[in-house]
T-cell receptor, first 113, second 114 residues
Framework: DAKTTQPNSMESNEEEPVHLPCNHS???????IHWYRQLPSQGPEYVIH???SNVNNRMASLAIAEDRKSSTLILHRATLRDAAVYYC??????????????FGQGTILTVHP | KAGVTQTPRYLIKTRGQQVTLSCSPI?????VSWYQQTPGQGLQFLFE???????NKGNFPGRFSGRQFSNSRSEMNVSTLELGDSALYLC?????????????FGAGSRLTVL
């Protein structure tokens, strides 16, 4: 199974950029890298995903290393609403791991006003 | 557009009972996956269904089972409940199971076993 490693926790101040790292050294060539976040008492919500190139959307940016063994989620200006647990994981495209996801422990992001 | 709906949201059972949880995916989504979330173990994959077929299963005992109907709605069942089954059970739907497909999660069903 694919394994991910993330820091247990990170802190940021409001309005500052946040860089959340993720190591996914066992990633396969066709795996997409997904990032989700979970607020208290809610299910995880989609943030961003990508395959090889860096990706941007209205929520965040995703920087993917050239060897794809790591990625970084970038929140350009953290707000209090960004305080959540952030999960990254490779999403397998097929084979015996079809549809099977292995979540890491996630990173608890604290944002200070 | 309606999101993923899970019912019931909260339930309390006693050891030895069984429970059935329901998940209605986003319209048009054919893949439904289930997860167990506990403080100690985090998010763990239970199983994934696509077009009424279970395509993958996590490392859970046979007491945990599921199915998917022709309208893509899914149910999971836990028999002979144990205290350790107390958890938040999440389901997620996506168009298909490929890596490019985004998952949409429901709010979860919180099960307490006494």
């Amino acid at each position: 199974d694919a394994k991910t490693t993330q820091p247990n926790s990170m802190e940021s101040n409001e309005e500052e950029p946040v860089h959340l790292p993720c190591n996914h050294s066992t990633i396969s060539g066709t795996d997409y890298i997904h990032w989700y976040r979970q607020l208290p008492s809610q299910g995880p919500e989609y943030v961003i995903h990508g395959l090889t190139s860096n990706v941007n959307n209205r929520m965040a940016s995703l920087a993917i290393a050239e060897d794809r063994k790591s990625s970084t989620l970038i929140l350009h200006r953290a707000t209090l609403r960004d305080a959540a647990v952030y999960y990254c994981f490779p999403r397998r495209a097929g084979g015996t791991s079809y549809g099977k996801l292995t979540f890491g422990q996630g990173t608890i992001l604290t944002v200070h006003p | 557009k309606a999101g993923v709906t899970q019912t019931p949201r909260y339930l309390i059972k006693t050891r030895g009972q069984q429970v059935t949880l329901s998940c209605s995916p986003i319209s048009g989504h054919r893949s439904v996956s289930w997860y167990q979330q506990t403080p100690g173990q985090g998010l763990q994959f239970l199983f994934e269904y696509f077009s009424e077929t279970q395509r993958n299963k996590g490392n859970f005992p046979g007491r945990f089972s599921g199915r998917q109907f022709s309208n893509s709605r899914s149910e999971m069942n836990v028999s002979t409940l144990e205290l350790g089954d107390s958890a938040l059970y999440l389901c997620a739907s996506s168009l298909a199971s490929s890596g490019a497909n985004v998952l949409t999660f429901g709010a979860g069903s919180r099960l307490t076993v006494l």
